[in-house]
């Protein structure tokens, strides 16, 4: 028999093309199923292209014993046969096969994933494994088209990609604690006469760290471009055990030069409801999947968030809500203290029940680079608060500035020599810019309606974990 070349089951599904009925096609992939009777075997196929399975359909006298009892759950096999109009439910198509071959068997005593149901938690264990499942081939396959949908986005309305380094020899970003890069030996450091660690003998001659943000850079690239992104991993070593952080994540970064804070806050508005909409449009068949299995609202909160307008208001006067909320808060409020996630979500899911921006928060809770008010307190700062999620973008007008920046380092206690050159696109050329940084696994929770960041990312790093 001539060998065909492998077709997808997303294209044989959907086709929706009656010439293709008749046809000889092959399609390879993992077994999902096998059931049947001493006649016929129907095996459900699934590739990973599309989350629905293809029926294949084997009159078992036709085939070697042998050949049949391996195709089991897990395994992964390569049928050639002809796709024929279903006549069960729940198929359009199916594929009677003619020629099956056993690429890579899967022990059934000992595959992991041989039955349906598995709890989240457990699928964590087995993150090796776990991409077989409708539900995280769902969520990978979202998380792909929300990446594309991101660089389309910019891509469209004139942005451009601008790749911020990983390894950063500024600790300056102040979004959190660094993990050190170092080849230094860890047991026996050369020392300073002081006894400290001399990173001047470390690889890059001094003390170097994962990336917690490409801003700073992206806003050196904005000063030239005018319009340009970051779309990269970003660490931060915070002990924090949520169920909406990782210690390694991925973030959007725009960063614009002449916008304000107001055309910052509106950038960010479009972006995220043509991003949910792009997901409305070209992800339904998974939408749909997790929909029904895990969150059913999740589609009809999508479709409401893009028809929504953000309510938009100060960072005061939320406090002022949240005050006189009679809510009973495991953290207090004040003016003052930065919000923590409950409070953003009482004030999106029960006060306003729509995402909120909040703007024009004290200097005090806000990185350095932000644009001073002329109140003396306040920062042109804003966060949009999800349903769900809390903050899902943090973002502000920067200080333009030199002489005000330059206060507000020396009063932050921060080293010029850290950021002499940040200081320099203020002295040569500056202008107003603003920026915000969206979480892309903060994201594709929200899309999923998955309800923990470990479940949106393909293999998480949190505390005490990075086994795969
Ligand atoms: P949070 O207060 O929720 O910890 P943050 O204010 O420290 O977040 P920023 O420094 O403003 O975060 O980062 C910008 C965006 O990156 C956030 O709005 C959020 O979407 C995302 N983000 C921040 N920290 C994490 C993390 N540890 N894991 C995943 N996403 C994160
Ligand atoms: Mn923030």
Known sequence: ???????????????????????????????????????????ALNDGSIIHNIQIVAEVQQFEEELLRLVTTGSCISITGVLVESPGQGQPVELQAKRIEILGPADAETYPLQKKG????????????????????????????????????FNDNGFYYIHSPIITGSDAEGAGAMFRVTTLDAKNPPLTEEGKIDY???????????????QL?????????????TFGPTFRAENSNTPRHLAEFWMIEPEMAFFDIIDDMDLAEDFLKSLIRYALENCADDLDFLNKMYDNELIERLKTIVDSTFVRLTYTEAVKILESSGQDFEFPVGWGTDLQSEHERYLVEKYFTKPVILTDYPKEIKAFYMKQNDDGKTV???????????????????????????????????????????????KFGSAVHSGFGLGFERLILFVTGMSNIRDVIPFPRTPQNAEF
């Open 118 to 153: 598995h709890s989240l938690e457990f699928l964590r264990e087995i993150a090796h494994l776990r991409p077989r499942t409708n539900t995280f081939g769902a969520v990978l396959r979202i998380r792909h088209a929300m990446a594309f949908a991101i660089h389309k986005y």
């Open 380 to 426: 042109r700062a804003m966060d949009v608060l999800f349903p769900r999620i809390g903050e899902i973008i943090g973002g502000s007008q920067r200080e333009e500035n030199y002489e005000k920046l330059l206060n507000r380092i020396h009063e932050l206690d921060i080293p010029e020599k850290d950021v002499w050159w940040y200081l320099e696109t203020r």
């Open 217 to 229: 850079e992206a806003e050196l690239a904005a000063l030239a471009l005018a319009q340009v992104y």
């Open 1 to 43: 028999m001539e060998t065909l070349k492998r077709t997808r089951i997303a294209d044989l599904l959907k086709s929706g093309n009656t010439e293709w009925i008749g046809k000889e096609f092959c399609v390879k992939g993992w077994v999902r199923t096998k059931r049947g009777n001493k006649n016929v075997a129907f095996i």
């Open 200 to 214: 001047s003998q470390d690889f890059f001659g001094k003390e170097t760290n994962l990336t917690v943000s490409g």
